[in-house]
């Protein structure tokens, strides 16, 4: 039967999000904030964190899909940890709604709110899309490609059927940005070992196209750079396709069309069947930011200053109202940002922003310390593509192949949240030193009870002979 939580009768901060920015927002003030007599509460639809960065390594087998997630239960011992989803927020009565996971609603009281929702897969209405592709932002996702590439691979090596060969082996990644990079990195990095040890295809029969609307990859990045992981991915045997566009994806049936100049605008250049869509061509803020009584920028945002505190119309404090990373548009005050000058919405930003929004929440509820504004020199950037390979730039340095993946893996692997994580991350990749890459996909995960319903249903009794 449905029953609402019960709630501390304590002052509340509200955390909402459980991600890399609520996670520690939360870590950081737990044990303060009840030393004071108040609690922190987080909301989050998921019982569990997850480590986005290394959602590309769990696809290809390099890293186990529980070792990127940090469950809040073990972590946040003194936060009141509810799970739901916020589906208003009025803070004009300090109310947040919260729906929970069965389906009911109830209202939770606070005297602090932190917004810290995070972004979702950014869309298009792209014909068929919904149905044919799937994002990577989730673990659950990285899961499923894991087990469905090498699925497929092995549906290959034993079809006598051509056309159903050429369909499962077609492998199209949408969105050369980061994300995208890694993931068909990572993907055909394990699609090629596993090829190597079938009987019928080989490495060369798969097909990796990376598409991507604009005429460079890694908008991140210099250009020089970009064009070096283009020539490195199409020495790969990976077909990236620039200023390319997914036009429709109707029962996987996809057309591919020209984004190169005004003539050719929208034709048709390509098409053909796949199995496999993954789209990757971007994020948004999570909507929910519009069912509150914040200031929300064009981009779907929430506004707030360089103390991470919501701004109203006027651009004015809102008092006792917080926000960071992907949802909220923080000034970048090293001018190294986006056109907007806001913050790029990454895990190195996403880190330092919780620590200081932490320490900022703290300072104005109790008056412990002060106030101040975020400010991060970006460090660079690294991406992983695949095994040992890899580009970075640190500081000024630009970094190729191992030496960039070495460093690729070490700061992500020390940003993983807790030590206890971090341990796990650590260990997975000293075995696989040891005993090479685990990619074998578990088969059925989608359809467990299939086996057991054949066992449970009733036979028919073979019929007597005369």
């Not at 304590?10 to 999000?17: M, N, Q």
């Not at 730039?393 to 700061?411: C, N, Q, S, T």
Request: overall charge neutral.
């Amino acid at each position: 039967m449905p029953t609402t939580p019960k709630l501390s009768e304590r002052p509340r901060i509200l955390v909402v999000g459980g991600g890399y920015l609520g996670f520690y927002v939360a870590k950081n003030l737990q044990k303060k904030v009840k030393v004071h007599g108040g609690v922190v509460t987080l909301v989050d639809p998921l019982p569990y964190m997850t480590y986005q960065p290394f959602l590309p390594e769990v696809m290809s087998g390099s890293i186990e899909p529980r070792h990127i997630t940090v469950p809040h239960s073990r972590h946040l011992r003194d936060t009141e940890l509810l799970q739901g989803k916020v589906t208003k927020i009025d803070h004009a009565s300090k109310t947040a709604t919260v729906e929970g996971v069965d389906g009911v609603e109830f209202a939770v009281p606070y005297q602090d709110v932190v917004v810290a929702a995070g972004a979702i897969t950014k869309t298009f209405p792209i014909p068929g899309l919904a149905q044919a592709g799937i994002g990577v932002k989730r673990v659950e996702e990285a899961i499923f490609l894991r087990d469905h590439v090498q699925e497929r691979i092995q549906f290959a090596d034993n079809t006598a059927d051509e056309e159903a060969r050429k369909r499962a082996l077609r492998f199209i990644v949408v969105g050369g940005g980061f994300n995208g990079v890694e993931t068909i990195s990572e993907l055909q990095d394990a699609a090629r070992l596993a090829a190597e040890r079938c009987n019928n295809i080989t490495p060369a029969d798969l097909d990796f196209q990376l598409v991507e609307a604009m005429p460079k990859i890694m908008p991140e990045i210099k250009a020089e750079t970009a064009e070096w992981v283009v020539e490195h991915l199409r020495s790969r045997g990976i077909n990236v396709r620039l200023q390319t566009s997914l036009g429709d994806a109707t029962d996987k049936h996809l057309k591919l069309t020209s984004m190169a100049n005004d003539d050719t605008k929208g034709q048709v250049i390509d098409e053909f069947d796949v199995d496999t869509l993954i789209w990757t061509a971007g994020v948004q803020a999570n909507p929910m930011v519009r069912n509150t009584d914040f200031t929300v920028e064009p981009r779907g945002r929430l506004v707030v200053d360089a103390s991470l505190r919501a701004l109203d119309a006027e651009g004015k404090v809102i008092e006792g109202a917080w926000s960071a990373g992907d949802v909220a548009a923080v000034p970048d005050l090293s001018g190294k940002g986006l056109p907007d000058n806001t913050c790029v919405p990454n895990a190195q930003h996403a880190v330092r922003q919780a620590k200081r929004l932490a320490k900022n929440v703290y300072a104005a509820r109790y008056g412990v310390g002060k106030v101040t504004d975020y400010k991060h020199e970006p460090l660079g950037a690294v991406a992983g593509l695949g095994y040992g390979k890899g580009v970075a730039k640190i500081i000024k340095f630009p970094l190729k192949g191992f030496l960039a993946w070495a460093a690729h893996r070490g700061y992500h692997g020390l940003a993983m949240p807790t030590w206890e994580r971090k341990f796990r991350v650590f260990g997975g990749w000293f075995n696989q030193l040891i005993s090479g890459r685990d990619v074998w996909g578990v088969r059925n995960v989608q359809t467990p009870h299939a086996d057991f319903i054949e066992a449970a249903t009733p036979k028919p009794k073979p019929a007597e002979s005369k």
